[in-house]
């Protein structure tokens, strides 16, 4: 693969056999999941995963997701510390997978350092996706997939966004339509004592107290950049491409409301007052499932407006928002 080099633009396809084979030969292919577009590769080998970090421009220290088809693709990739994590593994399986939650636990030595950041730890999941399914059966390997956006920028739940920042970076993109739930997976360590919730995600902290009741939450928005962490946590993070974008209350933006600042807004509010320019105004909706599954597509769409102002309404304080507020401090940070 000493000669590999990519196409001005990359190309987008619907063929999941060809999207295997580009994978297979060390390829970059973009691919919808039932949270976002992960950009794919061959897992476990080291040339690979290093044109993922040169792609994104992704920091060396964020580790990688092993995405695989099967229980038993993913059993090789951990060394499990004991019966009792084997049991919380057996369980969160049972309950999500496939879906939307990230377990991370010890590797085995089948891991690379590079794809893990040079953690002891490897995160992987089964997507509940069937294109995303045929594919990793097809490639046959574990498939490492971070978030399909440069570094730093919004997660794509479309191919179209996907291209907006790694056109001519990547192979192509497998195009299989927007994804369902638009926010990414919950990861969970279960290798120590207590099970710990890392990032938030579509697997809400409800459901998982549900499987495991002793089930902690990493303090939201906390610094902490050790390798027990998601280091990828740390740093702005789902930032559109404006000068200025900061949270406001909702007394903020109707004080704000006849500017011409770009906002994004919650259904109810935009009821509330007069209309508004429909330019610079995203309207989401009330809920937090519904909502989640606009909020990636409706921050790079804000990226057009030219306004150097984003006010981003702030959204419920209860839990069932937990994750989106997650994102939208970050996005602000
Ligand atoms: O829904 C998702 O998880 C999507 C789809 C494509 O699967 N992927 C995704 O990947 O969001 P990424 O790279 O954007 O975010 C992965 C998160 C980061 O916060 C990273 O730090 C954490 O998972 N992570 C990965 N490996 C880890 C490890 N070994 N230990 C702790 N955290 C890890
Ligand atoms: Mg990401």
Redesign the pocket.
Known sequence: MGSYSRAMHSRTIKNIEHAAKLIREGGLVAFA?E????LGTLGLDTTSVQRIFDAKERPSH????L?VATIDDAKILFNFPNDEVVKRFNLLVNYFWPG?L?I?CE?SSLVPDLT??G?S???V?I?NHAVALKLLTLVGKPVA????NASGRP?ATSAEDVLKTLDGKIDAVLDAGPCLHGL??T?V?ISGETPII??T??ITVEALRGALPDISIREIGSACLD?I?????SAKHYAPQIAHVRLASSAEIAEHWNSPVAMLIRQETYEQNAPRSEGITEILANNPVSYAHELYAALYRLENTNSQTLLIEEVPSDESWLAIRDRLMRACA
Request: cysteine-free.
């Open positions: 999941t949270t976002v577009y992960g964020n580790p990688l997701i995405h939307p990230t991370v590797k893990t950041a953690s730890k490897v995160a999941r997507p997939a971070p978030s399909a997660s990414e997976s990861v360590d890392l990032r995600g579509a390798s962490g998601s280091p990828g946590l």
